[in-house]
């Protein structure tokens, strides 16, 4: 257990101590104090946001609906003292950052007991073993705690997991996502790499697959090899079982690699994470780029592993523009000075929910986000 984070907390018969997991790299905290059934979710809230957690030793589904009423403490409006609403985008979506980060902190200080063989010892506490297997690997043994929030979403995961999503532009065939692997529920970008011509149908690397759903269209557009690269194991275990499940297999090679694999290609495709700011988790690497690192890598080396006359294709939103993150003038000058030059571009808008709410926080960039698939070139000087 010394390999390992731990947990400790005052027991009836001494001081406890197990593994901490926490897939979202959050510290375990120093004051944990038993809580059950008769805790209220006054004192719940009080003593998360004082920094103390609890170990619910009551009823599962009394746990859950104490979240809930955490979370709804959480949500409520400050009467005094609160503060201007934002004056930019920019603004809002510090605002709004920091708030999801406080909202996570207090709401993970609920924490629940797993046993070595991931039983969840609890009244009416859902069967949630092959959850933490898909998520943690195979049983160890060891007893261990994590955040109910956090197994929640393990729970969650499972599910998409085992239903999937339908892809339209896969005529309605479902990709099944792994825990901690995005989830192409934004399937708008699948659809301009379905319509936009392709330059051939020989060879496409695909950067970055996640699930595989990108490698998985390209096949079905019939490109007769496909190499996919990703360098986190549970995308690559993810891609490959997708594109077996899809008849794709045997076109597709999933490879590790951190972006480009080896040789050079007619066509390559990348849809890197869209914002430029820093992750709050190891898990946000999908929705976060700090300093556009992975755009900047995708850019730099895309001239030395493109075919003469081939095509990067490049995925991205122009979501953090809107919320002054990044300019165009400054993805142009990325372009330029890796070599390339921009020989068309496909528009979509966004589909989702959020897009046309305006309650929400980020509203105004969301409205007016569209998502375009780059089509570059290496320039001739």
């Not at 985008?89 to 993970?108: D, K, N, S, V, Y």
């Not at 995005?182 to 699948?190: I, N, T």
């Not at 096949?219 to 794709?248: P, S």
């Not at 076109?251 to 066509?267: K, N, Q, S, T």
Request: glycine share 8%; charged share 25%; proline share 9%.
């Amino acid at each position: 257990m010394t390999d390992f984070p731990t947990l400790s907390w005052p027991d009836t018969d001494g001081p406890r101590t197990v593994r901490w997991r926490s897939e979202a790299g959050v510290p375990a905290p120093k004051r944990v104090v038993i809580a059950d059934d008769t805790t209220t979710a006054d004192a719940a809230y009080r003593l998360a946001c004082e920094g103390t957690a609890l170990l619910w030793r009551g009823d599962f589904q009394n746990a859950r609906q104490l979240l809930q009423a955490m979370a709804r403490r959480a949500e409520r409006k400050p009467k005094k003292g609160a503060p201007k609403p934002p004056a930019t985008p920019l603004e809002a979506f510090h605002q709004h950052r920091q708030a999801q980060a406080q909202r996570a902190r207090t709401l993970g200080m609920v924490l629940l007991p797993i046993e070595g063989d991931y039983e969840i010892a609890l009244r009416r506490a859902p069967d949630a073993k092959l959850a933490c297997e898909e998520a943690w690997g195979p049983s160890t043994g060891e007893p261990s705690a994590v955040s109910l929030r956090e197994l929640l979403g393990l729970i969650g995961a499972h599910e998409w997991r085992k239903k999937g999503v339908p892809i339209p532009a896969l005529g309605g065939a479902h990709v099944h996502p792994y825990y901690g692997v995005f989830s192409p529920v934004r399937g708008e970008y699948l659809d301009l790499i379905a319509r936009v011509p392709l330059p051939s149908q020989e060879k496409a690397f695909d950067i970055g697959t996640g699930t595989g759903v990108i490698a998985a269209v390209l096949a079905a557009r019939g490109v007769k090899q496909v190499v996919a690269t990703d360098q986190d194991a549970r995308a690559l275990a993810c891609a490959r079982e997708n594109l077996d499940r899809l008849g794709y297999g045997e076109r597709v090679e999933v490879v590790e690699a951190d972006l480009f694999p080896a040789g050079r290609a007619p066509l390559v495709v990348c849809n890197p994470p869209w914002v430029p700011a820093r992750p709050a988790s190891p898990i946000e690497y999908a929705v976060f780029d700090p300093d556009s690192r992975m755009l900047r890598g995708f850019l730099g080396g895309l001239k030395d592993h493109l075919e003469p006359g081939g095509e990067g294709w490049l995925i991205l939103s122009d979501f953090a523009e809107h919320l002054g993150l990044r300019t165009r003038e400054a993805l142009v000058e990325m372009i330029v000075e890796a070599g390339l030059e921009v020989a068309g571009r496909e528009d979509i808008r966004p589909r989702h929910p959020k897009a046309s709410d305006p309650t929400d926080p980020l509203y105004r960039a969301r409205a007016a986000e569209m998502t375009s698939l780059w089509r570059l070139k290496v320039r001739k000087d």
